[in-house]
C-alpha cells in the first residue's frame, strides 16, 4: 500500500459543501466552520489539504460507491470526466456502452447542455473551486505549519480546477476566498478573465511551492507545467500567442526540476509507477485507500474483457467490455506487427478488428492495454480497484511541448535542442530516431498522440493544431459518421450544463448550443 497521503476522512466530512451547481454561488453549508475545527485541531489542515488533492481522483470521502455531489458517484470522479471529454471526443479512443449521453461524447455529435457528462466536470470543478476557498478565506488568520506553502498548494489545486473549466467550458464564475459565503449569483467571468486569474495565480505562488515535495503533492515544477500548459494554448484561449512564455517554464522543469525518463514506457502505467523518476505530478489511485470507480480504474478495467482477454494478466478481477482505441491511434505506428516502437505493442489484437466499422461492437478497434493494475517490477496483485497513479504532468510531455514551441519560433528555442528532447523520447520507446529535416509540427502532433493518448492532452492538441473541428483532420465515427465527417466549430468548446444555466441566470450558454 502506498503511504502517501492520509486522507482524514472523518474531519473533511465536516467540510464537505453540500452540492455544486448550487456552488456556482458558493455558499459554505458546512457542520463546523474551518476555524473551529483547526481550534480543536491545528493538525487538521493536513487532512483538509489531502481532501483537496483527492476531489480530482475520488468520488467521495466514504468509499467508491458514495459521492461528495449529487451525481453518481461511479460516473461522475474528476479525472473520469477528464479521460471522457478529452480523449473519447477525440480520434483515439472510444467507448461502446451506449450510455445515455456517452455516445455523443465518443461519436464528437448531438451534444447539448442536457448531457450529464458535461455536467459532471463542470459541477467537479465548482466543488472543489469552493472547497480551496474555504481553506483560503481563514489560512491567513490561522497559525499551521509551513503555512506559505499549504497556500500555495491550495492555490494551485484551485488553478488546476480553473485551467480545465477554461479549457472545456470556456466560462464560467470567478470564485474567491474574496467571495466565498457570497449568498447572490456570482456574475459570468468570460475565458479572458478566467485565464488572467489563473496565470496571476500561478505566477504568485511559483515561489512558495516547494522545490520538492511529498508525492502526490504540488511541487514547484508542477505549478510551472501548469502555467506553461495555459500559455500553451493561450492562442486558442484568448486570441494571442504565448509561446515564448511557455518556453521560460518549460525550460526550468526541465532545468530545475530534478525529473529523468523513465527508463521503460510500460513502467510509467503500472502500479508501483510511484518510484518513476519522470512523473511531475500524478493523481493518486490506491487499490486500498483510495478506491474509485473513476480514477485509473476507469481505464484499465474499462479497456478489458473476458471475451477477449485474461484479466489476471493485467491485475484485474473484473473487465468492462469498454474502451478501445482506433486506427487514428495505433495507425500511427504503422505495420504494429513490424514495428520497433514499444508503445506499439500496447494495444490487444487478438480477436479484434483494425477497423471500427461499429463502435459499439467490442471487437471493433484494439482495446488500449497502456494503462494496467500489475506492478512493473515484482509480482502482480490481483485486486477490484486499480493501484496506478495517473500521470498528469510528466517530463516526456515537457520535451514535446519545448519542441512544438521551438518549432512555432518561441524565442530562445533551439532546434537542436529540440530534436534531442524529441530523439530521446522516441528512443526510450525503441522507436527510430528522427533527422532535423523531419521535425514538424505534422510530425509532433502524430507524436504527442504516440506518446500521450489516454493521459488527458488529446482534444486539446487537436484544437490547438486546428484539427479538432471541420474536415481537414477526420477520424473513425467523427461526427457519428463510420468514416468521419466536419464537425462545427462550436464543438471547440462543451455546452454549458443546463442545471447550471438554471442554478444561476448570469451564467450564459456558449454559442452554437
Given at each position: 500500500?502506498?503511504?502517501?497521503?492520509?486522507?482524514?476522512?472523518?474531519?473533511?466530512?465536516?467540510?464537505?459543501?453540500?452540492?455544486?451547481?448550487?456552488?456556482?454561488?458558493?455558499?459554505?453549508?458546512?457542520?463546523?466552520?474551518?476555524?473551529?475545527?483547526?481550534?480543536?485541531?491545528?493538525?487538521?489542515?493536513?487532512?483538509?489539504?489531502?481532501?483537496?488533492?483527492?476531489?480530482?481522483a475520488l468520488s467521495g470521502v466514504q468509499g467508491p460507491d458514495k459521492s461528495d455531489i449529487s451525481d453518481n458517484a461511479g460516473e461522475s470522479p474528476f479525472l473520469r470526466g477528464i479521460i471522457n471529454l478529452q480523449d473519447f471526443t477525440a480520434d483515439g479512443m472510444?467507448?461502446?456502452?451506449?450510455?445515455?449521453?456517452?455516445?455523443?461524447?465518443?461519436?464528437?455529435?448531438?451534444?447539448?447542455?442536457?448531457?450529464?457528462?458535461?455536467?459532471?466536470?463542470?459541477?467537479?470543478?465548482?466543488?472543489?473551486?469552493?472547497?480551496?476557498?474555504?481553506?483560503?478565506?481563514?489560512?491567513?488568520?490561522?497559525?499551521i505549519e509551513n503555512k506559505e506553502s499549504v497556500i500555495a498548494e491550495v492555490r494551485f489545486l484551485r488553478a488546476l480546477a480553473y485551467y480545465y473549466l477554461i479549457d472545456t467550458f470556456g466560462k464560467g464564475v470567478l470564485a474567491t476566498e474574496e467571495n466565498f459565503?457570497?449568498?447572490?449569483?456570482?456574475?459570468?467571468?468570460?475565458?479572458?478573465?478566467?485565464?488572467?486569474?489563473?496565470?496571476?495565480?500561478?505566477?504568485?505562488?511559483?515561489?512558495?511551492?516547494?522545490?520538492?515535495?511529498?508525492?502526490?503533492?504540488?511541487?514547484?515544477?508542477?505549478?510551472?507545467?501548469?502555467?506553461?500548459?495555459?500559455?500553451?494554448?493561450?492562442?486558442?484561449?484568448?486570441?494571442?500567442?504565448?509561446?515564448?512564455?511557455?518556453?521560460?517554464?518549460?525550460?526550468?522543469?526541465?532545468?530545475?526540476?530534478?525529473?529523468?525518463?523513465?527508463?521503460?514506457?510500460?513502467?510509467?502505467?503500472?502500479?508501483?509507477?510511484?518510484?518513476?523518476?519522470?512523473?511531475?505530478?500524478?493523481?493518486?489511485?490506491?487499490?486500498?485507500?483510495?478506491?474509485?470507480?473513476?480514477?485509473?480504474?476507469?481505464?484499465?478495467?474499462?479497456?478489458?474483457?473476458?471475451?477477449?482477454?485474461?484479466?489476471?494478466?493485467?491485475?484485474?478481477?473484473?473487465?468492462?467490455?469498454?474502451?478501445?482505441?482506433?486506427?487514428?491511434?495505433?495507425?500511427?505506428?504503422?505495420?504494429?506487427?513490424?514495428?520497433?516502437?514499444?508503445?506499439?505493442?500496447?494495444?490487444?489484437?487478438?480477436?479484434?478488428?483494425?477497423?471500427?466499422?461499429?463502435?459499439?461492437?467490442?471487437?471493433?478497434?484494439?482495446?488500449?492495454?497502456?494503462?494496467?493494475?500489475?506492478?512493473?517490477?515484482?509480482?502482480?496483485?490481483?485486486?477490484?480497484?486499480?493501484?496506478?497513479?495517473?500521470?498528469?504532468?510528466?517530463?516526456?510531455?515537457?520535451?514535446?511541448?519545448?519542441?512544438?514551441?521551438?518549432?512555432?519560433?518561441?524565442?530562445?528555442?533551439?532546434?537542436?535542442?529540440?530534436?534531442?528532447?524529441?530523439?530521446?523520447?522516441?528512443?526510450?520507446?525503441?522507436?527510430?530516431?528522427?533527422?532535423?529535416?523531419?521535425?514538424?509540427?505534422?510530425?509532433?502532433?502524430?507524436?504527442?498522440?504516440?506518446?500521450?493518448?489516454?493521459?488527458?492532452?488529446?482534444?486539446?492538441?487537436?484544437?490547438?493544431?486546428?484539427?479538432?473541428?471541420?474536415?481537414?483532420?477526420?477520424?473513425?465515427?467523427?461526427?457519428?459518421?463510420?468514416?468521419?465527417?466536419?464537425?462545427?466549430?462550436?464543438?471547440?468548446?462543451?455546452?454549458?450544463?443546463?442545471?447550471?444555466?438554471?442554478?444561476?441566470?448570469?451564467?450564459?450558454?456558449?454559442?452554437?448550443?
Amino acid at each position: 500500500m502506498k503511504n502517501i497521503l492520509n486522507f482524514f476522512f472523518s474531519l473533511c466530512i465536516l467540510l464537505v459543501v453540500s452540492s455544486c451547481t448550487d456552488d456556482l454561488n458558493t455558499e459554505p453549508k458546512v457542520e463546523l466552520s474551518l476555524d473551529e475545527l483547526l481550534a480543536q485541531d491545528p493538525n487538521a489542515v493536513e487532512g483538509i489539504v489531502s481532501r483537496l488533492y483527492a476531489s480530482f481522483a475520488l468520488s467521495g470521502v466514504q468509499g467508491p460507491d458514495k459521492s461528495d455531489i449529487s451525481d453518481n458517484a461511479g460516473e461522475s470522479p474528476f479525472l473520469r470526466g477528464i479521460i471522457n471529454l478529452q480523449d473519447f471526443t477525440a480520434d483515439g479512443m472510444k467507448n461502446r456502452w451506449g450510455d445515455d449521453g456517452l455516445d455523443q461524447l465518443t461519436t464528437t455529435s448531438d451534444w447539448d447542455e442536457n448531457n450529464k457528462f458535461f455536467r459532471y466536470l463542470f459541477n467537479r470543478v465548482y466543488f472543489t473551486i469552493p472547497q480551496c476557498n474555504n481553506l483560503l478565506a481563514v489560512a491567513n488568520n490561522i497559525s499551521i505549519e509551513n503555512k506559505e506553502s499549504v497556500i500555495a498548494e491550495v492555490r494551485f489545486l484551485r488553478a488546476l480546477a480553473y485551467y480545465y473549466l477554461i479549457d472545456t467550458f470556456g466560462k464560467g464564475v470567478l470564485a474567491t476566498e474574496e467571495n466565498f459565503g457570497d449568498s447572490a449569483p456570482l456574475p459570468e467571468a468570460s475565458r479572458a478573465e478566467l485565464f488572467a486569474f489563473v496565470e496571476a495565480e500561478l505566477i504568485e505562488v511559483e515561489a512558495a511551492l516547494p522545490a520538492t515535495n511529498s508525492y502526490g503533492r504540488a511541487s514547484k515544477a508542477a505549478g510551472q507545467m501548469l502555467l506553461a500548459k495555459l500559455y500553451m494554448n493561450a492562442e486558442v484561449y484568448v486570441g494571442t500567442s504565448r509561446y515564448d512564455d511557455a518556453l521560460v517554464l518549460i525550460n526550468k522543469v526541465i532545468d530545475e526540476g530534478g525529473y529523468s525518463l523513465a527508463p521503460d514506457f510500460v513502467s510509467l502505467f503500472s502500479a508501483d509507477n510511484e518510484t518513476s523518476t519522470e512523473i511531475i505530478f500524478p493523481l493518486i489511485a490506491d487499490a486500498d485507500t483510495s478506491q474509485s470507480f473513476g480514477n485509473t480504474t476507469y481505464i484499465v478495467n474499462g479497456s478489458l474483457s473476458t471475451e477477449t482477454m485474461v484479466l489476471a494478466d493485467f491485475g484485474a478481477n473484473d473487465g468492462w467490455t469498454g474502451h478501445r482505441a482506433t486506427k487514428a491511434w495505433y495507425g500511427l505506428y504503422g505495420d504494429l506487427g513490424t514495428s520497433t516502437d514499444d508503445r506499439a505493442s500496447l494495444f490487444w489484437t487478438t480477436g479484434h478488428n483494425f477497423e471500427m466499422a461499429d463502435y459499439r461492437e467490442w471487437k471493433d478497434g484494439y482495446p488500449s492495454i497502456k494503462f494496467r493494475n500489475t506492478n512493473f517490477n515484482g509480482s502482480p496483485i490481483i485486486t477490484a480497484f486499480s493501484g496506478t497513479d495517473f500521470p498528469l504532468f510528466r517530463l516526456a510531455d515537457t520535451y514535446l511541448m519545448y519542441a512544438e514551441c521551438t518549432l512555432r519560433g518561441a524565442s530562445g528555442g533551439a532546434i537542436n535542442t529540440a530534436l534531442q528532447y524529441v530523439n530521446a523520447v522516441r528512443t526510450r520507446s525503441n522507436a527510430s530516431t528522427i533527422m532535423q529535416s523531419e521535425l514538424t509540427l505534422d510530425f509532433l502532433i502524430d507524436e504527442r498522440g504516440r506518446e500521450l493518448n489516454l493521459e488527458g492532452h488529446r482534444r486539446s492538441d487537436l484544437i490547438r493544431f486546428g484539427m479538432f473541428t471541420g474536415s481537414s483532420y477526420i477520424w473513425p465515427w467523427k461526427g457519428n459518421v463510420v468514416g468521419g465527417t466536419s464537425i462545427p466549430d462550436s464543438y471547440k468548446l462543451f455546452p454549458i450544463p443546463l442545471a447550471a444555466l438554471q442554478a444561476n441566470p448570469n451564467l450564459t450558454q456558449n454559442p452554437g448550443f
